[in-house]
Structure formats: C-alpha cells, structure tokens
C-alpha cells in the first residue's frame, strides 16, 4: 500500500475524532460529564461530505461506561451534530453492548443481531435474538428477550417487542423480575460489602 493511502486514513480518523467530539466539546459548559468516544478497528473508511464513518474488523466502541462489540459499525452525523450508528455482527455471531451502572453497582449487558444507537436519546436498539440482562454486585437479577429490545443508558429504562426473530419461545417478550425489594437489598449488601474498613486505633 502507499504512503498516499495511509495518509489519507490519517486524515480520515482524525477528521473523524473531531467529529465525534465536537458535540462534548460544544456543550461542555453545560454537560461537563459529558464523555468522550474512542473506536478501535481493523479498518476505517470516512467520509467527510456524508458525515459517515463506516468501521469494519473487531470494531470496539468505548464511550464512558459503555462499550460495545461488533464486526461493522456505521455512524453518522446530522447537522446539528447528532449521532446515529448502527452495528452488525457476522453470520453466527452477536453484537454485544454493556454498560456499567456504578453508582447502583449494575451492570447492563445486552447482544442482539444488530444494535441501533440514536444520539439524541441516548438509546439503544438491540434486534434480532435480542436479550438485555441486568447484573446487581456481579450477579444476574432482570433479563429481557425478545425481537427487539430497547435501552435508554440515561434513564436505565427498557422497551422489548416480541416478533419472528424472538430470542424467547414462540416470538414473544419474555421478562424476568425479582421482586423490588429483593433487588434493593442486594445494592445494600454490595454498597456495605464494598466500604473500606474503619482505620486501626493506635
């Protein structure tokens, strides 16, 4: 390959690392919290007239406390600097999303076919043998299946819709709950299991 064509992959991610942190950068004042997005690939083509990124390879997306796993992943800009991606994994394989909810000591971990992510909302969409499990202190406590199952990062809140590429029996929603009060206790217990000891009287 030439010299001609790495430089212009340069230029393409660094064209690209611009993009993505324009809208941080531009509301910074307000959403000081606002974090930062780092994508990891086999390779990258960008182009700078569509606003399109198209990552191809063992795609790793980190943002925050969410990471997310496939094999293609597209993203795109609207222009007031919204983003929108959309990923796919190869035949036999799934997409993999999870996100770390330290504050409640949870993690959500979700795969489906696909995953559709809307910028706006800060949302997920996960289709197609779709399952979204949420973990208390390292253990499983809700789990979700369906077609397509949505996740707001934000709020924490989930959608499912049942349909032909169900990853529950006969193409329905299925969902598992423990009660309320026994998810409570396990964030007290893990919140009390995590504190550092008192310090030693001299």
Partial sequence: ????????????????????????????AAQPEDP??????????????KRQSVFTGNV?????????????????????????????ANKGKLVR????????????????????????KSQF?????????????????DTIRGDRVRYNEKTGTYQAEGGPNSSAPGGRVRSF???RAKADAAIAECRASKKAPAPAKK
């Fill in 177 to 179: 709950s423990p009660p």
């Fill in 1 to 28: 390959m030439t010299d001609t064509f790495f430089a212009h992959r340069l230029i393409g991610s660094l064209l690209l690392a611009a993009a993505l942190c324009a809208p941080a950068l531009a509301q910074q």
């Fill in 125 to 141: 969409d996960l289709i197609g043998q779709a399952v979204v499990t949420r973990f208390i202190c390292g253990k499983p406590f």
């Fill in 60 to 88: 790793a997306l980190t943002r925050g406390l969410m990471t997310l796993n496939s094999d293609k992943l597209e993203v795109h800009e609207d222009a007031q600097g919204n983003q929108y991606g959309t990923a796919t």
């Fill in 97 to 120: 999303i999870r996100q770390e909810r330290p504050e409640n000591f949870e993690v959500i971990e979700g795969e489906g076919l696909r995953a559709e992510y809307d910028g706006t």
């Fill in 36 to 49: 930062s997005t780092l994508i990891l690939s086999d390779s990258l083509h960008y182009d700078d007239i």
